[in-house]
Each structure stands twice: as C-alpha cells, then as structure tokens.
C-alpha cells in the first residue's frame, strides 16, 4: 500500500490568516491526489481532486498544488467555517489510502 | 440531486456480524463504483473498499480479508457492506461514498452509520 503521510498534525490559525498542509506519498502518484474536508458529525466534502482543481463550488481561498510524492493544501484568509480536520487521499493505487488528517483549530 | 443516505445506528455484540445500508438517488446507480470508508473515535479516515454495481467484483483493503462482503442490489439502487466477527476496533462511523467515474474522487457522501461494538 502508499503511506500518506500528512503534516502537520493539528494547526491553530486566526480567520484572516493563511495555512498550508502538506502531505506527503511513500511513492510516486502522479497527481492522483485529492483533498477533503471533514467536520465533527458530519461527512468529508470534497474540495480539490486531481492535486490542484478545484471541485465546483469550492471557494477560491483554498488551492492545492504537488506532483509525484510531495503535495500542499493552502486555505488563503481563514475563514469561520474553515476550521475543521483536512486529509489527503491517494487515487493512485486500487487500494486507497487517506493521510492521517490535519486539524485546523482557532487560535 | 445526488443522494446518498445510509441506514441506522448499529449496537453489535464482540464476534458478530452488521450490515449498513447505502440508498442512492439522484444519478445512474449502475455507472459508478461506491466505496466504504470509515472512521474510529479520534483516529482518521480508513479505506475499508469498492464495489461496482455492474458486477465486477468489489475490491478492499487487505486488512478486511475475510471479514467484509460488499454488495449492491440494482434494483433498489443500494450498496451494502457486511463486516463479520466485529471487535471493538470496529467501532466507528461507516461512510458510503459515490466515485467519480472510477476516478478516486469521492464526490458525494452519505450520512454515516455509527456501529458501537460491545458486550
């Protein structure tokens, strides 16, 4: 299986500010790299597929980028509703693999 | 609209077996893989596996060898997931989750189903 490694493992940022989570493969996955977005009680959403597009609807602030092992996720100007727990998930392997999350909380 | 909703709360004792439900509306049940994803308290996402509801066969994670059977019924436009002989790792929320046409993408999620495992 590909290790998803993500870091790092919790963050607290104030709304207005700009955060960066990376996420990180134990081999190369092309761009085969998706990003969600979970809150307590509810299901994930997606918000980026394919490393760097962003799924409709999906605010701008959030922007993905990578290629190959190494991948970021940037929230640019924090807002309320964006605090929440963020994992990666690789779509490059038949079995899937999730990183292990990264809580964004309040400072 | 797209919609996936799942069925209720399970209570399992340890070394029995539950099956969730997943009912889809809303789009072509037969043109996109579902997977199952679960999450235990205070722990991340696991990819427990896939079924196509054309009749491939499904496909999962090789820790679930032998304990998990997934299916669909087509003439309901519903997914199901059985995991037999539960421990108390077993314990989480169960998500279905729709796949982008065999993408990886996981665009539309149902509700979850919380199974407690415990004597």
């Known amino acids: 299986d590909i290790q998803m490694t993500q870091s790092p493992h919790s963050l607290f940022a104030s709304v207005g500010d700009s955060v960066t989570i990376s996420c990180r493969a134990s081999?190369?996955?092309?761009?085969?790299l998706n990003w969600y977005q979970h809150k307590s009680g509810e299901a994930p959403s997606l918000l980026i597929y394919?490393?760097?597009t962003l799924e409709d609807g999906v605010p701008s602030r959030f922007s993905g980028s990578g290629t190959g092992t190494d991948f970021t996720l940037t929230i640019t100007g924090l807002r309320p509703e964006d605090f929440a727990t963020y994992y990666c998930?690789?779509?490059?392997?038949?079995?899937?693999?999730f990183g292990g999350g990264t809580k964004v909380g309040i400072k | 609209q797209v919609q996936l909703v799942q069925s209720g709360t399970e209570v399992k004792e340890p070394g029995a077996s539950v099956k969730i439900s997943c009912k889809t509306s809303?789009?072509?049940?037969?043109?996109?893989?579902l997977h199952w994803v679960r999450q235990a308290p205070g722990q991340g996402l696991e990819w427990i596996g896939k079924?196509?509801?054309?009749?491939?066969?499904?496909f999962h994670a090789q820790k679930f060898q032998g304990r998990v059977t997934m299916s669909t019924d087509t003439s309901t436009t519903t997914a199901f997931l059985e995991l037999r002989s539960l421990t108390s790792d077993d314990a989480a929320v169960y998500f279905c989750?729709?796949?982008?046409?065999?993408?990886?993408?996981?665009?539309?999620w149902g509700q979850g189903t919380l199974v407690s495992v415990s004597s």
């Open positions: 989750a729709r796949d982008h046409y065999g993408s990886g993408k996981f665009d539309f």
């Open positions: 809303g789009y072509t049940f037969t043109g996109y893989y």
């Open positions: 079924v196509y509801p054309s009749g491939s066969p499904s």
């Open positions: 081999r190369g996955i092309s761009t085969y």
């Open positions: 394919g490393a760097s």
């Open positions: 998930q690789q779509a490059y392997n038949p079995s899937i693999t």
